[in-house]
């Protein structure tokens, strides 16, 4: 099977002059490009792992705020770019992926809170992981629900979900791998002895103790 490659699809559009990008963002491309283009050892370009994700948010996430809520999501190019970037470059050898860590700056009201929801619940469901821990984490609990509770209205529209996730106080929870979902503030002291597959940092810019 042939799989879209958005990566690739973004960069052109940067290119011709249809996505205007700023300087930092050009040369982050111009590094994925070239990763793709000459995959450097041990690093290779999977295409399945590179799109299970963005296939796993678009059949079984919806929409939950405002006019759109309960329609199906389907990603912008450039959160499918990001994503394959994320998961598609990994070690031919042990399969371990490259890239562990991404800043997304975004502005406000460009579906930021729906898209990582999505990425949470492919983490805990469906990436392959026992135990999953899945740590959406603010500078206050508050904020920290946000994120989670898009992920928990997305369980509650979706049958397949609904069926093998149970929400219990503030965790949901996947029974059949023991992975949990979790949204945390930034008291470092409540955060001692996790052993996190996915930590999601919201408002990173507001967090004021850096452990």
Wanted: hydrophobic share 40%; with cysteine.
């Amino acid at each position: 099977m042939t799989y879209p490659n958005y990566i690739k699809e973004y960069w052109d559009k940067i290119q011709s002059g249809e996505i205007v990008v700023c300087r930092k963002v050009r040369q982050q491309m111009e590094k994925l490009i070239d990763l793709l283009d000459n995959e450097p050892e041990p690093w290779t370009y999977d295409e399945e792992l590179a799109n299970a994700g963005i296939e796993f948010i678009e059949k079984h996430c919806k929409q939950v705020e405002g006019k759109w809520a309960g329609q199906e999501i389907t990603l912008l190019l450039w959160q499918k770019a990001i994503h394959q970037a994320i998961f598609g470059f990994v070690n031919k050898y042990t399969g371990l992926r490259k890239h562990k860590e991404a800043v997304v700056v975004v502005g406000r009201k460009n579906g930021k809170t729906t898209w990582v929801a999505g990425e949470a619940g492919y983490m805990l469901v469906a990436d392959g992981e026992g135990g999953p821990q899945i740590r959406n984490l603010a500078t206050k609990l508050d904020q920290a629900k946000i994120l989670f509770n898009a992920f928990e209205k997305m369980r509650l529209q979706s049958p397949d979900l609904k069926k093998i996730l149970a929400k219990k106080n503030n965790c949901i929870e996947f029974g059949s791998n023991f992975g949990t979902f979790t949204p945390l503030a930034s008291d470092s002291g409540s955060l001692d002895g996790l052993n996190v597959h996915m930590g999601i940092v919201d408002e990173l810019h507001a967090l004021k103790d850096r452990n």
